[in-house]
T-cell receptor, first 107, second 114 residues
Framework: KNEVEQSPQNLTAQEGEFITINCSYS?????LHWLQQHPGGGIVSLFM???GKKKHGRLIATINIQEKHSSLHITASHPRDSAVYIC?????????FGTGTRLQVFP | DTGVSQDPRHKITKRGQNVTFRCDPI?????LYWYRQTLGQGPEFLTY????????KSRLLSDRFSAERPKGSFSTLEIQRTEQGDSAMYLC????????????FGPGTRLLVL
């Protein structure tokens, strides 16, 4: 069993739809990250959470420490949101990554 | 552009050859991380440095792999006697400890071992 699991693995949506990506983890953590990876490899950090909820534009991230679960929501999705979204948890000095959720948003 | 650069961006080599990758972090960042990512998977931690000290190495980092950060600035990752299983994207990231947890990733070096 992977220490960080994401669901779904693949997601397609129509432009404007509300999207949710889930992340569950099994290790003790000090922080959880949501990252975005575009084709070609570049990774950008979206959020770092240790509790509660954060919002940035159309993106919202939540974390429930007791349930070891986090969600990333995208409101009013747009084709430019198409990317791989990766959840990562911080354990001691390093990040442990999920396998990512590939999102495609169609016009 | 995050400010972290990696060179080369692509490398094709034959099995058995040695390869070396370079990462230039954001200049004031004291922590530098190396990750490996294979197709369809998330990145996997390889090693990280605080300044010039290598603080942790993954079990994934076999004795064919070595990383250095001699002056606490740029870092190199060398793979000796490459194998086809080494084909992957090698990612570097940096951050400044004590100023937040966000890591800034470079564009990666894509290695193909024939």
């Amino acid at each position: 069993k992977n220490e960080v699991e994401q669901s779904p693995q693949n997601l397609t949506a129509q432009e404007g739809e509300f999207i949710t990506i889930n992340c569950s983890y099994s290790v003790g953590i000090s922080a959880l990250h949501w990252l975005q990876q575009h084709p070609g490899g570049g990774i950008v950090s979206l959020f770092m959470l240790s509790s509660g909820k954060k919002k940035h534009g159309r993106l919202i991230a939540t974390i429930n420490i007791q349930e070891k679960h986090s969600s990333l929501h995208i409101t009013a999705s747009h084709p430019r949101d198409s990317a791989v979204y990766i959840c990562a948890v911080k354990e001691t000095g390093k990040l442990i990554f999920g396998t990512g959720t590939r999102l495609q948003v169609f016009p | 552009d995050t400010g972290v650069s990696q060179d080369p961006r692509h490398k094709i080599t034959k099995r058995g050859q040695n390869v070396t990758f370079r990462c230039d972090p954001i200049s004031e960042h004291n922590r530098l991380y190396w990750y490996r990512q294979t197709l369809g998977q998330g990145p996997e931690f390889l090693t990280y440095f605080q300044n010039e000290a290598q603080l942790e190495k993954s079990r994934l980092l076999s004795d064919r792999f070595s990383a250095e950060r001699p002056k606490g600035s740029f870092s190199t990752l060398e793979i000796q006697r490459t194998e086809q299983g080494d084909s992957a994207m090698y990612l570097c990231a940096s951050r400044q400890s004590g100023t937040g947890e966000t890591q800034y990733f470079g564009p990666g070096t894509r290695l193909l071992v024939l």
